[in-house]
């Protein structure tokens, strides 16, 4: 019903419908739209930095642009595409496996998106203002405190705002998953998918204020002359580094952990079993982000912290392999002797498994600080984490979005075209990256602009810059087949005989998700009432009114305002007039919180009537 009534109604409506909602499912998707957005983006810097080392001495782009090309392919990739598209796949999904109607608090996290989306916007303005930043991804200082004009403005404020966002996500997930599972769904019968989501926002919320922390000090250090990095001024360059990555460490498991909880899920629908060692996986998991935040400065193994600092981050760093190896074997017992269906899903799910060990590997390999001296700043370190990142976390996130997409949106993406995807995205992978671990062993430096001939660099290049154009024609293989499958048959509730409670309801879930609580009684809820015969939930209460939360366009409008006056901090070193700009901004932006603060609210009921009525 609620998809006729959806084409019925203008583009305007719809608009301000997605610019007011609070729903959870459609911040979901605006969440997936904004980060597949800046993903493309970030694979078309990729293809830039590809082309340009296809061959020797290359004058493709010029050594000013190169920086800023592979600066934004970093900051892109992990602060606008995979982490929001992951916060996206988190917002529409785990409510609907704790059986909740929706997130804590709806209007925050309306507020997070758009932190998110025009801080995303404004880091990528600096494209068009004379030059984007060109300091590195983690922007080290002294080089980002010397870098000319306002790109690495641009990426402090950019950064703050999006920061802030996924922030205020994380705190909304904790609270969501702490005070609204449904009757029964105790810690220990929690999906792993909900177990990463708040395990993740835990980090969110530990990892992100350091972030926070060393952006503010970068952003005074840039436009207000204060002198936190500055050695001639009694500064220190290297505590950058240390904030950056008690930040930067635990972010990449703030990536990868989500990848884990969904692969779970996938194993365990696909292989027809309960996933082996439940909780095991739950506790090392813990495990994973408790360790996370004990190895940030394997990072600065050649910054001269000294031999001991050195060996007890190494032998952390080892330590980490343990809890990641566990969750391994178990997904491997999972499937062992299970009825395995072999689909789109599960085939990004099982090529993650070798790929993400091998990046597993040379990670520990990167742990030992005596040979990091050796891989440090080669290619070898590039190869390493686009292994653990783009084969853990990308090719989760593909994994997930085949097997929830008929639940997001009632299609099932086409199987042909599913698997050509894969298939040519897997090769163009490991086209890619294999080949610059030998590259880098070989003393191919990070970061540089050309390489020389005769070298021995060109053969390993070139099958390099081959494989990213694969993985390319891979991504748009999959935007036709989601254009293709848009107007295909609807898929059921439960296409994949699923195990959770997601698949318990209509395929798109109506906007309350549940119309009785539903009561679970173990792990796997749906499958228990499956094998009883029933299948469907039990209710865990009679049906009676719901209460839902008004639309509201306030978060849209406060983050203009803190959009207005990011430009305004940026461009008063050039001129004080711009400090008009910082107050008008502001002044939106307060007023909008104001304004929150002081309407009463109190949301609408869907009546029980109505629930009746749409029972028949």
Known sequence: MSIAATQKRGFGAVLWDYLTTVDHKKIGILYLIGGGFFFLIGGLEALFIRIQLLVPENDFISAGLYNEMFTMHGTTMIFLAVMPILIGLMNYIMPLQIGARDVAFPFLNSLGLWLFIFGGILLNCSWFLNGAPDAGWTSYAPLSLQSPGHGVDFYALGLQL?????????????????TMRTPGMTYMRMPLFTWATFITSVLI??????LTVNLFLLMFDRMFGSAFFDVALGGNTVIWQHIFWIFGHPEVYILILPAFGLFSDIFSTFSKKRLFGYTAMVFATMLIAFLGFMVW????????????ANSIFAIATMAIAVPTGIKIFNWLATMWGGRITINSSMLWALGFIPTFTIGGMTGVMLGSAVADYQYHDTYFVVAHFHYVMVGGTVFGIMAALHYWWPKM??????????KITFWTF??????????????GLMGMPRRYWVFLEDQGLDTGNLVSSIGAFLMAIAVILFLINIIYTAKGPKAPADPWDGRSLEWAIPSPPPHYNFKQAPLVRGLDPLWIEKMEGKGKMTPAEPIGDIHMPNSTIVPFIMTVGFF???FGFIYQVDHSAWLIAVYVGMAIALGSMLFRSLKDDHGYHVTKEELEREAD
């Open 162 to 178: 999006s920061g802030a966002g996924t922030l205020i996500g994380g705190i909304n997930f904790l609270v969501t998953i702490v």
């Open 205 to 210: 919320l530990f990892a992100f204020p350091a």
């Open 297 to 308: 400065a394997h990072h600065m193994f050649t910054v001269g912290l000294g031999p001991v």
């Open 409 to 418: 949106f009632g299609r099932i993406l086409h199987e042909g075209m599913g």
């Open 426 to 439: 897997f090769i163009g992978f490991h086209l890619t990256f294999f080949i610059q671990h030998f590259l």
């Open 564 to 566: 207005i006056a990011g």
